[in-house]
């Protein structure tokens, strides 16, 4: 199974922009890359996906490296409220109705006021 | 909004029990799952289910058993608890396809004494 590799922990002062890297050497050409964030005493919830093209939505963008091995989360302007465990995570398809979604460890933002 | 939401917040149960945590999900989605998370190890996907009576096994299935009898109802069971199944547990739901994003419940803690 395709794995990513986060660093364990990050630190940010507020208002500044963020860049959350993810390393994913093992990507297959249709796994799509999906990022999700765990706020305290909250299941993960969705923030951003991309397949080979950058992506921007209201809360983050992806950058996407051409050979797709690793990706970076941009937050433009990190708020307290950011804080949280970020996942980056491969959702792979194995074809038909069936995928699953493969989660590591995550990295722990600490945003400074 | 999609919402999934599992029966119960917290759960204590002593060890032998059979345990029942259940997850609904509003938006008649297909595909559902259940992760458990614990410290150092991140999410781990127990089993998923991709349609009704359809199941198939994570990468930590022994000890736990699944029920999917209706489309929005996926259902966790713990034949014999255990202490080392004392564990956050997540329910997940989303459309088929890899780009669909996972919505997750806020978790179940489960203490097996």
């Known amino acids: 199974d395709a794995k990513t590799t986060q660093p364990n922990s990050m630190e940010s002062n507020e208002e500044e922009p963020v860049h959350l890297p993810c390393n994913h050497s093992t990507i297959s050409g249709t796994d799509y890359i999906h990022w999700y964030r765990q706020l305290p005493s909250q299941g993960p919830e969705y923030v951003i996906h991309g397949l080979t093209s950058n992506v921007n939505n209201r809360m983050a963008s992806l950058a996407i490296a051409e050979d797709r091995k690793s990706s970076t989360l941009i937050l433009h302007r990190a708020t307290l409220r950011d804080a949280a465990v970020y996942y980056c995570?491969?959702?792979?398809?194995?074809?038909?109705?069936?995928?699953?979604?493969?989660f590591g460890t995550g990295t722990l933002l600490a945003v400074q006021p | 909004d999609v919402k999934v939401t599992q029966s119960s917040r917290y759960l204590v149960k002593r060890t032998g029990e059979k345990v029942f945590l259940e997850c609904v999900q509003d938006?008649?989605?297909?595909?559902m799952f259940w992760y458990r998370q614990d410290p150092g190890l991140g999410l781990r996907l127990i089993y998923f289910s991709y349609d009704v009576k359809m199941k198939e096994k994570g990468d930590i299935p022994e000890g736990y058993s699944v029920s999917r009898e209706k489309k929005e109802r996926f259902s966790l069971i713990l034949e014999s608890a255990s202490t080392n199944q004392t564990s956050m547990y997540l329910c997940?739901?989303?459309?088929?396809?890899?780009?669909?994003?996972?919505?997750f419940g806020n978790g179940t803690r489960l203490t097996v004494t």
């Open positions: 938006m008649d989605h297909e595909n």
């Open positions: 995570i491969l959702r792979v398809n194995y074809g038909g109705a069936t995928n699953k979604l493969i």
């Open positions: 997940a739901s989303s459309p088929p396809g890899p780009r669909s994003p996972l919505h």
